[in-house]
């Protein structure tokens, strides 16, 4: 068996204004082919107007055993969000 | 579809495989009970790991094989616009297997291991398609019947508690009702024609119904890794429950076009609120698992063929980029 493509993830921007969102993956030997294969793959209904496509191995991600410690920080600290203050009603505009 | 457990009741059925740490795996089922998603990287047991490579593969392998029934009538299309629906059909099917061959990928397995198990014979595909496609009524069968069996399988899927499987069953749910449309409209057109069109949808109505809910798999009391897989939410409904929907939506349909079910004990239980149906005969189902069915060796055949011949292209683009490559360090 001969050494298989590598894998590129597929980001698809279903319209202009929204950002690209993950759709899937696809094997190429080249980025040229892998934006072609991702083309065929995950287009064929007009799914979206503007395609990226990126090495796996390029993609460095959080570890979810680390979930708490990497997000925690921000839950404890709810005086980041308005809701956090009490304003009177009669108050408006604000 | 093409998810259902095949084979008969395995004696290393998935059970919780020893070593693993009690915390972890009792974190893990609590996710699972609460309806959260696992995503490639979380922590998953072994077993449901197994379990999930085995079905998406298989279901993977299901679409790639589906192609070649489908494939084998599209230069006898009867019309330009049935030719292109097909096509089009045809290389939604494709696009299934890539999806969900990519979906399995995340579990740590390659592509080129699942295609190797196909090969070889190793890994199973749906029973379905180790029948033939004889006549042009067949298409219009198969869009009605075997489609309209996978949506009612993958429906819920896209609910399954892994995620990259689910995202990917969201994606072949949207595309596979046209399928099932155009092929009942096939199944109309030929009902509402000559008598010889009509005997031809009949006769494909005949042959592909009871092969179509043998889609669904063994009756639950004979499908031992079923509880696993619902506990796991890896499966969301039992086979037979899958299969007593398929056929009350069903009938009414061969009734609208005015063809007959093939089943003299298929009758209308109002007690149930479905219809009750004829026995299955599951040593035809077991034997086609068994690679027996009619075209199973055609099928691999072909397969095969497929794969040997697109070697050198597959070969000479990693060459290409290699020596790109090179030049680019150099």
């Known amino acids: ?94 | 579809m093409y998810t259902t457990e095949l084979g008969k009741p395995d004696a290393k059925a998935p059970v919780a495989i020893g070593g693993e740490d009690p915390a972890l795996v009792a974190a893990f089922e609590a996710r699972v009970a609460a309806d959260e998603f696992i995503e490639p990287k979380d922590w998953m047991p072994e077993a449901y790991r197994r379990t999930l490579v085995r079905q998406i593969s298989q279901h993977a392998h299901s679409e790639i094989v589906g192609m070649l029934p489908e494939g084998n009538w599209l230069t006898r299309a009867p019309s330009l616009r049935r030719k292109a629906v097909l096509l089009a059909k045809v290389q939604d099917e494709g696009g299934h297997g890539l999806y969900l061959y990519c979906a399995a990928e995340t579990l740590g397995t390659s592509r080129d291991e699942m295609i190797d198990a196909l090969h070889s014979g190793k890994a199973k595909y749906s029973t379905i398609f180790n029948y033939p496609t004889l006549t042009w009524a067949d298409i219009g069968a198969i869009g009605w019947l075997v489609d309209g069996a996978a949506i009612m399988n993958q429906v819920p899927l896209q609910r399954t508690s892994y995620g990259p499987y689910a995202r990917a069953m969201v994606r072949v749910c949207k595309e596979e009702s046209f399928h099932q449309r155009q092929g009942y409209e096939i199944m109309m057109a030929l009902a509402g024609g000559t008598p010889d069109q009509k005997a031809m949808a009949q006769d494909a109505l005949n042959r592909w119904w009871w092969p179509s809910i043998m889609m669904f798999g063994p009756p639950d009391d004979n499908s031992p890794n079923s509880a696993q897989s619902m506990r796991w939410r890896i499966k969301r409904d039992t086979n037979d429950e899958l299969r007593q929907k398929f056929v009350d939506v069903t009938v009414p349909q061969a009734e609208y076009i005015g063809l007959t079910v093939p089943d003299p004990d298929l009758v209308w239980n109002a007690d149930k609120g479905g219809y009750d149906f004829g026995a299955i005969d599951w040593e035809e189902f077991y034997a086609v698992v068994r690679g027996e069915g009619p075209v199973a060796k055609e099928r691999m055949k072909a397969r095969r063929d497929a794969w040997d011949e697109g070697a050198w292209v597959r070969e000479a683009a990693s060459a290409y980029e290699a020596t790109r490559a090179a030049r680019r360090a150099a």
Do not use: C, N
Request: no cysteine.
């Open chain 1, 1 to 94: 068996m001969s050494r298989e493509w590598p894998l590129w993830e597929v980001f698809i921007r279903t319209k202009g204004g929204l950002s690209h969102r993950h759709a899937g993956s696809v094997h190429a030997p080249d980025p040229e082919l892998a934006m072609r294969h991702a083309r065929d793959t995950y287009t064929r209904r007009m799914e979206g107007v503007s395609l990226w496509v990126v090495r796996s191995s390029d993609i460095v991600a959080s570890d979810p055993a680390q979930d708490g410690p990497m997000f925690e920080p921000a839950e404890g600290k709810i005086y980041r969000h308005p809701t956090f203050y009490e304003i009177p009603d009669v108050v408006k505009h604000i």
